[in-house]
């Protein structure tokens, strides 16, 4: 089974729908991150959280919305889709224990607003 | 501020030719970790490799190799003999060692395309 799981993997939706996306990880990583990527502009951070009770503001939150349910579950919310919503979402896991900290994605969540 | 700059947009290659993806970086920290991932088509991120900036040993992974030059901000990757599955995009990203949350951030390029043509 994959380490970091996102669900739905593809969801269409219509402007002015609320719509989450989960993303649940076993691998005991306290920091979790949600990115979204758009053609040409590589990966833009939108929230990150260190643990269930610190949630951050990223580089483009605006519209966006979060909950870090659990260690291992942290969902994004769009509170109103609009259409430049449309992209593809990736969850990020860390761990703060390791000195580089690298992020391992899970599998991304491509999410088309109409 | 941090910046990663990955200036080739897209890279064509015939299938066993060598190929380097380029990556330069800006930051103001002493202390800082480079990583490279790849994104094949089915859209994953599977992380590659990881750097500190004390660190600048070349490393050799098989076919893949990096090249880390502090004296001009790179962080190469070379792909020697590519072959069909190196098509892919990769990224280079950069986190930097400033305190406060942002610490773990991971600012990326835009991202390099190979295409392999058999």
């Known amino acids: 089974d994959a380490d970091v799981t996102q669900t739905p993997r593809n969801r269409i939706t219509k402007t002015g729908k609320r719509i989450m996306l989960e993303c649940s990880q076993t691998k005991g990583h306290d920091r979790m991150y949600w990115y979204r990527q758009d053609p040409g502009l590589g990966l833009r951070l939108i929230y990150y959280?260190?643990?269930?009770?610190?949630?951050n503001k990223g580089e483009i939150s605006d519209g966006y919305s979060v909950s870090r349910q659990a260690q291992a579950k942290f969902s994004l919310s769009l509170e109103s889709a609009i259409p430049n919503q449309t992209a593809l979402y990736f969850c990020?896991?860390?761990?703060?224990?390791?000195?580089?900290?690298?992020?391992?994605f899970g599998p991304g969540t491509r999410l088309t607003v109409l | 501020a941090q910046k990663v700059t990955q200036a080739q947009t897209e890279i064509s290659v015939v299938e066993k030719e060598d190929v380097t993806l380029d990556c330069v970086y800006e930051?103001?920290?002493?202390?800082?970790?480079l990583f490279w991932y790849k994104q094949p088509p089915s859209g994953e991120l599977v992380f590659l490799i990881r750097r500190n900036s004390f660190d600048e040993q070349n490393e050799i992974s098989g076919r893949y190799s990096w090249n880390f030059q502090k004296s001009t901000s790179s962080f190469n990757f070379t792909i020697t003999a590519s072959q069909v599955v190196d098509s892919a995009v990769y990224f280079c990203a950069l986190r930097a060692t400033y305190s406060g949350a942002g610490s773990y951030q991971l600012t990326f390029g835009k991202g390099t395309k190979l295409s392999v043509i058999p």
């Open positions: 930051t103001r920290d002493t202390t800082y970790y």
């Open positions: 959280s260190f643990d269930v009770k610190d949630i």
């Open positions: 990020a896991t860390s761990d703060h224990r390791g000195t580089y900290n690298e992020q391992f």
